[in-house]
């Protein structure tokens, strides 16, 4: 369910709200579907190519003001393209000898919502689908992450 703060935030900027019971995922397919029907583009960073290189230029951002890679990021996760695209600038950088290792990566998700955390700590292959409980942390509430599985392929390809 949508926050009362994040729907006053939409109502205040005169959109049109078309408010879904149900979960997050349910929502989604809704709007995806919508967007289909009404022949226009569905605008949802999961699905975005670029989306993983605004995330890669944060990644450059940090190394360049620091002048060093750190030792840990801490990235949340819902879908989980900001950690891809951490992945892919790490991958980048180590590959332009601007990094020798990469840093330890920190992937977070609510104790309610967790389906990377509990398929990592399983050494799953696949992100299985869980129920949502209610979390504070709604914006990496995602029971069906749909960038789960690129995200099991990623955990055991970072040398270390």
């Known amino acids: 369910m949508t926050s009362v703060k994040k729907i006053a935030q939409i109502k205040a900027h005169g959109a049109i709200l078309h408010q879904i019971s149900g979960n997050r995922e349910r929502t989604a397919r809704?709007?995806?579907?919508?967007?289909?029907?009404?022949?226009?583009?569905?605008?949802?960073h999961v699905f975005n190519p670029f989306f993983h290189e605004g995330?890669?230029?944060?990644?450059?951002?940090?190394?360049e003001q620091l002048g060093k890679m750190p030792d840990a990021f801490i990235i949340p996760v819902g879908n989980g393209?900001?950690?891809?695209?951490?992945?892919?600038?790490?991958?980048?950088?180590?590959?332009?000898?601007y990094i020798e290792d990469y840093p330890k990566f920190i992937a977070v998700q609510a104790a309610n919502c967790?389906?990377?955390a509990t398929a990592f700590?399983?050494?799953?292959?696949?992100?299985?689908?869980?129920?949502t409980q209610?979390?504070?942390?709604?914006?990496?509430?995602?029971?069906?992450?749909?960038?789960g599985a690129e995200s099991c392929d990623k955990w055991l390809c970072c040398d270390g």
């Open 30 to 44: 809704a709007a995806f579907e919508m967007a289909k029907s009404e022949k226009c583009f569905y605008a949802s």
């Open 55 to 63: 995330t890669k230029t944060t990644v450059y951002e940090i190394f």
């Open 81 to 97: 393209p900001l950690l891809l695209g951490a992945y892919l600038a790490f991958q980048e950088l180590r590959a332009w000898d």
């Open 114 to 116: 967790q389906p990377i």
């Open 121 to 131: 700590h399983a050494d799953a292959s696949e992100v299985s689908p869980i129920e």
């Open 134 to 147: 209610a979390t504070l942390a709604e914006g990496i509430a995602i029971a069906t992450p749909a960038r």
